[in-house]
């Protein structure tokens, strides 16, 4: 349980310093190709082209904040398997905290005392569910959960597609909540996959949920780069965290057996729905009084 909770704490604040940094670059990306006059940097509907996404990957505070989700990643993988989904993935979601007090200072996002109440909040919410978690449940040897979720996944990233295509400079939201689904589906795969515990090759690469992990990091990388290129990083974040927590936290207790203390599943759930809303609550505030500056005027480095 203490390596689960570690593990998720690290992969909280690497996600959350990870975020900002990249959203640092994508914007001096952005303000790159404006000062160079480059054109074709957005589609007619506002949506970034995949040639200025690929841009934005490539700077250097982005390759940074990669790093970091790849640590975040590892530590997100070791807790899925070590403590309940619920509680994983609900510390996962306090990375918006790390998000929203960094991007003060590195993207000039002013902290309200709304927002401290509603940070404050998320953590108390935290320490409840610490206090209300039990046994994680294990996994499943179910076919139809390994199929299923690497065909959700899949079908989830070109619905997504479209869906912001379509909505072009208005599908931060949809891009933000893609990619948390997606990421909520690779927290469920690497619970579930096998060929791990004993190590078993054979099995692992045959496994289904082995392809999603794959699968759905990768879609929800993109989806999340595109979120973080077309709105504020507190918006953005927000709906990762609503798709990244709620699904693999319900799947934890209806289908892999994660449970709470003996009578204190009432603190768990309300531990769980508080720190969605105050996580959410961080973002909304957030997005209420903070205008972004125009690319142009970011400045090259803090």
Request: proline letters at 3%; hydrophobic letters at 60%; a neutral charge.
């Amino acid at each position: 349980m203490l390596i689960g909770l570690f593990a998720a704490l690290l992969a909280c604040l690497a996600y959350g310093v990870a975020s900002v940094l990249q959203a640092y670059g994508a914007r001096r990306s952005a303000a790159a190709a404006l000062a160079r006059g480059d054109g074709g940097q957005t589609t007619e509907t506002g949506a970034p082209t995949a040639g200025s996404t690929v841009a934005a990957v490539l700077t250097v505070w982005f390759i940074i904040g990669t790093v970091l989700d790849i640590a975040g990643f590892a530590g997100n993988a070791v807790s899925a398997r070590l403590i309940p989904l619920f509680l994983s993935q609900t510390i996962m979601s306090a990375n918006l905290i790390v998000t929203a007090m960094l991007g003060a200072r590195v993207l000039g996002i002013r902290l309200y005392r709304r927002d401290w109440v509603a940070i404050l909040g998320v953590i108390g919410a935290l320490a409840a569910l610490g206090i209300a978690a039990g046994n994680e449940g294990g996994g499943s040897d179910d076919p139809v959960l390994h199929w299923g979720v690497l065909l959700v996944s899949m079908l989830l990233f070109v619905v997504a597609q479209l869906i912001v295509r379509r909505l072009g400079s208005r599908g931060a939201v949809a891009a933000g909540l893609a990619a948390g689904l997606l990421f909520g589906a690779l927290a469920i795969a690497v619970r579930i996959v096998e060929g791990l515990e004993p190590l078993h090759l054979a099995s692992l690469l045959t496994d289904p949920a082995a392809w999603t992990i794959a699968v759905a990091g990768i879609g929800g990388f993109y989806l999340h780069t595109v979120a973080l290129q077309l709105g504020s990083v507190n918006g953005a974040t927000a709906a990762l965290v609503v798709g990244e927590t709620v699904i693999p936290g319900i799947i934890g207790v209806l289908l892999l057996g994660d449970t709470s203390r003996p009578g204190l599943a009432w603190l768990a759930i309300l531990g769980f729905i508080l720190a969605i809303c105050g996580a959410v609550a961080v973002a909304v505030f957030g997005n209420a009084t903070y205008t972004e500056e125009p690319v142009e005027q970011v400045p090259a480095a803090r």
